[in-house]
């Protein structure tokens, strides 16, 4: 039998200690490493040549997200799937560009996570049900497309921001929704306002409502 090598990456000692009690009692997985912290599962995916990471979303420092583009960068082999509390859209469309292969939630049965682990490991993409039934009813409602020719210096990640920024989130509930670090979305709002030669952020929130954002 094939046996898959598995890298467990979760802030949350009990949840680590509970996976690895279920994968280890199964002759097919081999538990390699633990990881707690978002930098932490991106060096032990570089020392322990995993198959298979299970990544949750929220760890201290880098998020799930950010570790996950970052170890695909260096080793798109491995395949990277989200195991996390949350299900919102922006959590589970960042985790896709980011190259996840598959999301389940923790609250799912077991034989569904062992399920989704399999596919992942064979290579298939694979989505909890309530996630799958999002993606459908994402799809078939009507969503407004924001003009590309509209503020074109933008970057796609920078009109996500603005749009965000539009609707009035801080930068915190930004990086919230969008799995990123705060550093990463000041960086990001700091290359917006330059782009649209504004000097704070009511100037770059009146600019971004003129031209159809936040609405």
Do not use: C, W
């Amino acid at each position: 039998m094939e046996q898959f090598r598995i890298l467990i990456a979760d802030d949350h000692p009990l949840f680590r200690t509970g996976m690895r009690t279920l994968l280890t009692s199964m002759p097919e997985f081999e538990v390699v490493g633990e990881a707690a912290t978002g930098e932490q599962v991106v060096t032990l995916a570089e020392q322990l040549y995993p198959e298979i990471i299970l990544m949750d979303l929220h760890m201290p420092g880098m998020s799930g997200i950010e570790a996950t583009r970052s170890i695909l960068q260096v080793s798109p082999q491995v395949r990277v799937l989200i195991v996390t509390m949350f299900e919102e859209d922006a959590s589970v469309f960042a985790a896709l560009r980011a190259g996840a292969r598959g999301y389940v939630l923790k609250d799912a049965e077991e034989e569904e996570i062992i399920r989704a682990i399999r596919a992942v490991g064979n290579g298939e993409a694979i989505f909890s049900p309530t996630i799958a039934k999002r993606f459908i009813d994402f799809f078939a409602a009507s969503h407004r497309p924001l003009p590309p020719q509209i503020f074109p210096d933008l970057t796609e990640r920078e009109r996500e921001i603005l749009e965000l920024i539009a609707q009035g989130h801080n930068n915190a509930e930004i990086a919230q929704r969008l799995i990123l670090s705060s550093k990463t979305v000041a960086n990001h709002v700091s290359n917006i306002l330059g782009k649209l030669q504004v000097t704070d952020r009511a100037q770059a929130i009146v600019r971004a409502r003129e031209a159809g954002f936040g609405q």
